[in-house]
Structure formats: structure tokens, C-alpha cells
């Protein structure tokens, strides 16, 4: 647009045309970092002034911080950048603008108390008047634009601060644009860097072994967000046996996520070791009380199998009891017990033995399976977990209880992570 020689010049007609060339120059500007230089230039064109600063308020701290300032001398405005300047609501003209949410125009800044002189001592600009305004939505406040030093007269005048109030209306309407679509561009960078971290996380799991048409491993796990807590691993042995481990980490997500591959890399370790699933449990306890510092625990359940006979030996940290299935009913195992992992030093882990016969299954789960919600806020519970279970007559039978939970829950919002995890005999 084109600047008024002078202030006679520049009418009311002028500025209503500045006003909309403004709304037609913000209306196609995306992002905040080329919308606050266009904001401050047009609001120093349609006011006349030497210079225009923003402010944009910082709700989590309580302060208005110096976002952006142009005038005709770049150093000066730079300088108030690197200073990293704050205000405090009621602190200096922008910070009582702020919390008043009243615009105000200063004819001499020098002898209104209110104005905080180390701006200009840290830019070495010299203010002599200035109109300041809010920068509001409803009754949130963005910020706060002002604008200094009226050009080619000594002072701003009424039509300057109506001009520059409309004008802020403006930039509120750009800034929340703005600020939404930087907040989905986030969201979307977000949702890839996850997707990235469900494939890794993913390419943790096992490939489970084929044992033949009449023995099997059969595991599955869907976490809440993206990536989660939970895992279940297969570790084959020299003599022909398999260590199988479920855990369910406390928490959900990324945090989770990040605390499970750390259980799951000790575990591993352990496992190149030691054999026997409760001498297992004791050391990764130990390992783990140093990574969770007494904030998170993990739930275990873990067995070794021996697909040849079909034995099982087990051994768990506070998870829930495995499921024992075959042709005549079915039961919990009982008689494990052991604390969560990462709880208490001294922990002992006790071990119980099965075998595993005809058409039998050994189905382990985390609490997510029983936790499942539907919308009114019912469980799946046991019950229909045993129910899945008894509906499959031959084996596998693991593969039913998650289409059931899927089916169950139909548009409810899945609230935690679902492992299952199967061994079966035929």
C-alpha cells in the first residue's frame, strides 16, 4: 500500500483501505514465522509510525514475551529480540494493556510511569509516543501489538488507536489460524515420527517358530497409541525348548514404548544365561529396579517350553494367571506368585510345572485383554475371556479372543494394550 506524505493526507478512506488490504494480506499467510513480520509492517502502514512491536502472550509462564519488533533501524530491532524480553501482566504499557485488555495511546512515553525504559536502553531506539492495544480472543488473550513514534507529527490521535484496535481484531482472527495450523503440522510430524516408532517397535517381536502341523506358538499384540507397553518374545534354547515371555509395562505410549525395549534388551541378555524362568524374573528385577526408580513396574509372565513333550515350566511378577484349556474345561493356573518387576530388590519368584496334552492350550494375556471397554464403560472381563476360550473346541484358540474383544467393543475407544499369547498342543 501506499504510505500519506503526510498526516492530512492520509484519510479515513485510506485507512479503511489499508485496514482491508491488511485483511486480504493476512488471509493467505499459514504460518506464524511469515504472519508477524506481515502483521507489524502493515500495522506500522495503516497507523503512520516509525516502528511496530508483538507481543504474544505465554500462558504456562504468565508473560508477555517480545515476539517480533521492526522499525527503520533492523539493529534496534534485532537487539530487542536477542534480549529475550518479558512482562509480567501490569508490568510496563503492554503489560497493563494486557491485563486490563484496554488499548492505550501515550502522547510523551518518558513521563508516563508506567513505561519501562529498559527497552529502549537495551535497543537504543528512543520512544516517544505510542499506542498500544490487545490482542484478544473472546476473553483469551493472545497478546498485544503497539506501534511507536507517529511519523511526520508529534503524536498519535484517536483515529490512529480505532485504526489500530480494528487491526488487531485482525491479527487475532490470522494469529489463531496460524497457530492451528502449526499445531496440526505438529500433530501430523508427531503421527509420522509414531508410525516410524510402531514399525521399529514392531520389528522387535519375534518370529515365532513352526513347530509342525500339531504344535504351535501363536502371539499377538496391539497397543492403545501407536506404539505402548506391551510385548510378548520367543527365545529359542540350545537343547530345543523356548523361553515365551508376556509383559505389560505400566503407562501407555511412547513412554511405555521406550521403557519396554529397555526390559526387553535385559531380558534378552538374561536369557543368553540363565534357563530357568524364575531365576530369569530374579535378575531382571534387579536390572529393571535401576531403569524404573521406583516410578514404573512391569508385569511378567514367563515359561519355558519344551514343544517335544509338551512340558511347561512357569514362573510370573504380578501378571495375570495363565489360562490352561483343553477338551474338558478349562482353569487358571494357580500357586505363581511373585511381585510386579521393579518394585522391591528382594523378590522371589515361585515356578509351577504343567504338560501340555491333547488338544490343549496355554493362553497367556495381559490386563488389557479383561480391561477391554466398550462406550457405556463395561468391562470384557474374564468371564467373556473364558467364554472365547471354551467357544474354540480345537486349538488355536488365541486368534478368537482378540476378533472377540474387537467385536465386543465395536466403537469403543481401545484404553489399553492387548497381548495374547498361545502355546498348544494338538
Known amino acids: 500500500m501506499t504510505r500519506a506524505s503526510t498526516p492530512h493526507d492520509y484519510t479515513r478512506a485510506d485507512r479503511l483501505k489499508g485496514l482491508i488490504e491488511a485483511n486480504t494480506a493476512l488471509a493467505h499467510i499459514e504460518s506464524l514465522e511469515e504472519l ?21 502472550y505465554k500462558p504456562e509462564k504468565g508473560v508477555l514475551e517480545f515476539t517480533l519488533a521492526l522499525n527503520d533501524s533492523q539493529d534496534t530491532a534485532r537487539e530487542l529480540m536477542q534480549s529475550g524480553m518479558e512482562f509480567k501482566l501490569g508490568q510496563g504499557i503492554a503489560g497493563v494493556v494486557a491485563e486490563t485488555r484496554k488499548p492505550l495511546i501515550i502522547d510523551n512515553a518518558y513521563r508516563d510511569d508506567r513505561f519501562f525504559k529498559q527497552s529502549d536502553t537495551t535497543s537504543g531506539f528512543t520512544t516517544r509516543s505510542l499506542i498500544c492495544v490487545p490482542i484478544t480472543n473472546k476473553d483469551d488473550l493472545l497478546g498485544v501489538v503497539q506501534v511507536v513514534n507517529a511519523k511526520n507529527r508529534d503524536n498519535f490521535d484517536q ?14 482472527v490470522a494469529l489463531l489460524r496460524a497457530q492451528m495450523l502449526e499445531a496440526m503440522l505438529r500433530e501430523e510430524r508427531l503421527r509420522a515420527q509414531l508410525d516410524v516408532a510402531a514399525s521399529i517397535q514392531e520389528n522387535f517381536l ?27 518374545d520367543c527365545v529359542p534354547m540350545e537343547d530345543g525348548s523356548f523361553i515365551l515371555a508376556v509383559v505389560d509395562v505400566s503407562g501407555k505410549g511412547l513412554p511405555a514404548a521406550l521403557v519396554a ?28 529396579i535401576d531403569v524404573f526408580h521406583g516410578e514404573l513396574f512391569a508385569t511378567i509372565a514367563l515359561a519355558r517350553f519344551w514343544p517335544n513333550s509338551g512340558n511347561v515350566i512357569m514362573s510370573s511378577g504380578g501378571h495375570l494367571p495363565p489360562i ?12 505363581l506368585r511373585g511381585l510386579p518387576i521393579g518394585i522391591e530388590e528382594d523378590t522371589s519368584f515361585t515356578k509351577v510345572a504343567v504338560t501340555l496334552g491333547a488338544e490343549s492350550s496355554l493362553v497367556f494375556v495381559t490386563d488389557g485383554v479383561t480391561e477391554a471397554r466398550q462406550t457405556d464403560g463395561s468391562f470384557f472381563g474374564s468371564d467373556r ?27 469403543g475407544t481401545q484404553n489399553d494394550d492387548v497381548t495374547v499369547l498361545e502355546i498348544w498342543r494338538r
Not at 206 to 232: E, M, Q, S
Request: glycine share 8%; net charge negative.
Open 36 to 56: 508477524l513480520p506481515t502483521l507489524l509492517r502493515l500495522a506500522q502502514d495503516v497507523t503512520c509510525a516509525e516502528g511496530a512491536s508483538i507481543l504474544l
Open 159 to 172: 483515529d490512529d488507536l480505532d485504526v489500530l484496535q480494528s487491526f488487531a481484531d485482525l491479527a487475532a
Open 206 to 232: 519375534p518370529r515365532l517358530p513352526d513347530l509342525g502341523a500339531n504344535t504351535g506358538i501363536w502371539a499377538k499384540t496391539r497397543p492403545a497409541i501407536h506404539v505402548g507397553g506391551d510385548f510378548y
Open 261 to 288: 525395549t529397555s526390559l526387553w534388551t535385559h531380558l534378552r541378555t538374561i536369557c543368553s544365561r540363565v534357563d530357568a524362568p524364575q531365576d530369569i524374573l530374579s535378575q531382571l528385577n534387579m536390572r529393571m
Open 324 to 335: 490352561y484349556v483343553d477338551g474338558t474345561g478349562l482353569r487358571e493356573i494357580e500357586g
Open 385 to 411: 475371556l473364558h467364554e472365547s476360550l471354551r467357544c474354540m473346541g480345537s486349538c488355536p484358540r488365541g486368534h478368537a479372543v482378540m476378533t472377540h474383544i474387537e467385536e465386543w467393543a465395536c466403537d
